[in-house]
């Protein structure tokens, strides 16, 4: 697979990591699970369109319950903050660490 189609995968894995979650403490779960639908089919390509992800993701998430909209952003900043740590081995270049010293 190509750095890029890796690239695309990695942006799809963060996109489901927090669009399919519901909060536990959802007080609407009925108009969020249709929310979440809503955003797997047909908005998630607005999400990621140019590098306003967390802009899009913001005026997204107002169609939530509180709850919902908090556990999505948090979820969103780990699996992004995740992939941000694996991006250098996407390129072969091992870890950021590793980029680091061979800059020294």
Known sequence: MSPRDTLATMRGTV???????????????VVCEGQNRLLLGCELKRLYRGSHALENLSSLLGRFCRPCADDKLSAHKLAREKVWNELPSYFGLGTWEEL?????
């Open 100 to 104: 680091w010293d061979s800059q020294s």
């Open 15 to 29: 996109a489901l990591s927090f669009i399919l979650k519901r909060s536990p403490h959802c007080p609407t779960p």
